[in-house]
């Protein structure tokens, strides 16, 4: 176990000073889908995880303290925030190398890459602002002030609205995405971190970390209709592709919640002990990829049942926030 770097309650980094760099790049003879691309904060590198194998098949070195990642199998590319390194990596899906280092000052987290994959957007913590960026030319398009300790962040599936989670202030952030600007504000629980968006888009969960449940937003109304207690400090959540199901980490609690969200939302399992201090995860038909930030690993487990099928190990403080999913 490497405790060198932690985090705190409600899933933001505290960076060391010096961090070693991991610089392994493994070329793998073949590509198969899924892949699940996991940034690990401690070794500065993305590992490249091979599902259906349970196996690493590339180690890619990038910015300083990875958290967020975005794959987009759409643009080609797997964008990757590097919050000390006030960065954010661009890698290609067809070499796994790093192929472009844009600056994005004030600490970038979480990031997230529009469904048809022409924009990128991040999250600046400590900067509280929010930036676009043109996927294909890589250059910055704009930003945007938002409020405080932005976090997690989602794209509508027709790409016109992004939704953020502004953490101290308690709330998520509609915004326009041709025009950068809010639209509105929907309170929900203590400290939102990370969100998930059902597949149709009309349903929001926010994570809150501080009260230890999930808000259930109403996207047409803009509220919230329901709010479901899980484990302690929820942190990451993956949902599946009918959006009748999802998967909720549990932090503090070494857990997974398995939520039903047609009718009234529930929980309708919880996998205990699936991982020390999970974070980010990710579905691949009946398997569920859970990120271990002090074992160091990915865990491989049945979706439905939670029961342990593998153990993949990755780099050092590997988080996987966002995004982790592509073909390639």
């Known amino acids: 176990m ?3 770097t932690i985090t705190t309650r409600d899933g933001r980094p505290s960076f060391p000073r010096t961090l070693a760099l991991v610089a392994l790049l493994v070329a793998a003879p073949a590509f198969a889908a899924p892949f699940a691309w996991i940034t690990s904060q401690g070794s500065n590198d993305v590992s490249v ?3 259906a194998a349970a196996k690493v098949v590339a180690t890619v070195p990038v910015g300083r303290a990875p958290a967020g990642v975005a794959v987009s199998d759409a643009a080609g590319k797997t964008f990757v925030a590097n919050a000390e390194g006030h960065s954010v990596s661009v890698l290609s899906l ?3 190398q790093v192929v472009n280092q844009l600056p994005v000052p004030g600490g970038p987290l979480g990031i997230a890459a529009s469904p048809d994959g022409t924009r990128v957007y991040v999250a600046s913590m400590f900067g509280r602002r929010l930036v676009a960026i043109d996927a294909a030319s890589e250059r910055v398009l704009g930003d945007l002030g938002v409020g405080r300790m932005p976090a997690g962040l989602v794209v509508s599936p027709d790409g016109r609205t992004v939704y953020l989670a502004e953490r101290d202030d308690d709330c998520i952030a509609v915004i326009d995405a041709a025009s950068l600007t809010v639209r509105a504000r929907i309170p929900v629980g203590q400290h939102p971190f ?3 968006l059902t597949p149709d888009g009309r349903t929001l969960l926010a994570l ?3 009260s230890d449940d999930v808000s259930v937003v109403d996207v047409a109304a803009s509220r919230v209709t329901a709010t479901v207690a899980v484990g302690h400090a929820p942190y990451g959540v993956v949902l ?3 959006g009748r199901r999802a998967w909720v980490t549990n932090q503090h609690a070494g857990s997974v919640s398995l939520l039903a969200l047609e009718g009234t939302p529930r929980v309708l399992a919880t996998f205990a002990e699936a991982a020390e201090y999970p974070e980010g995860l990710a579905l691949a038909g009946d398997r569920l990829l859970v990120v271990s930030w002090m074992n ?13 099928i593998a153990r993949v190990p990755l780099g050092r403080n590997p988080r996987g926030f966002g995004q982790v999913l592509g073909t390639r």
């Open 2 to 4: 490497n405790t060198s």
């Open 49 to 51: 995880v091979d599902i």
């Open 94 to 96: 067809a070499t796994r």
């Open 194 to 196: 990370a969100l998930g």
């Open 208 to 210: 809150n970390v501080e």
């Open 240 to 242: 599946s592709d009918d």
């Open 296 to 308: 160091d690993e990915a865990l491989l487990l049945d979706a439905a049942s939670g029961a342990p």
